[in-house]
């Protein structure tokens, strides 16, 4: 084989491997993210860059109360390994634009807990949530109560009153939490 040749195919092999790399961490273990729209200020800014843990979406655990998470907010649906390939960063780049279905949300309720919206304050299991990363007092008309089912947790943006969040889309199914904040 012609020495050009035998280069040429060792640098296409090289490429191939390096995408195949890429394609596998971005995948499973960690990705970076772009937050969209300010639901979650003061925490994070519109069109601030956070990398992602993979981990938990990988190995199906639950976040913790209180964790920063990107979740698919289209509930209504089964998500597949098709979605994860074709939310690849390297992908969305190629297409010059990220998934707006992708929120960036904080764990508010695990399954089981009851949580309740009263006098603009959070309660969960009957305490009262000490929130110290609020943009400002939630304003919340009546009072409601929710019951988080096994397999789901609820989210909600520290910007309380420019979220569209679990109160308007409901539950995340937690194959639907795609990463935790790093």
Known sequence: MHP????????????AAAFALTLVIGIFVFQPTTVLGHSMDPTLHNEQRIYVSK???TFRYAPKYGDIVIIDSRVERERTLKDDLLEHPLL???RGSDD???YVKRVIGKPGDVLELKNGK???NGELLEEPYLNEP???LGEHKWTIPEGHIFVMGDNRNHSKDSREIGFIP?????????
């Open 4 to 15: 050009l040749i035998k280069e040429i195919w060792a640098w296409v092999r090289s490429i």
């Open 55 to 57: 981990l938990s979406h």
């Open 92 to 94: 969305m780049f190629i």
């Open 100 to 102: 707006p279905n992708m």
């Open 122 to 124: 959070v309660y969960r």
């Open 138 to 140: 939630m304003q919340v």
């Open 174 to 182: 937690l194959d639907h939490v795609l990463g935790i904040k790093m």
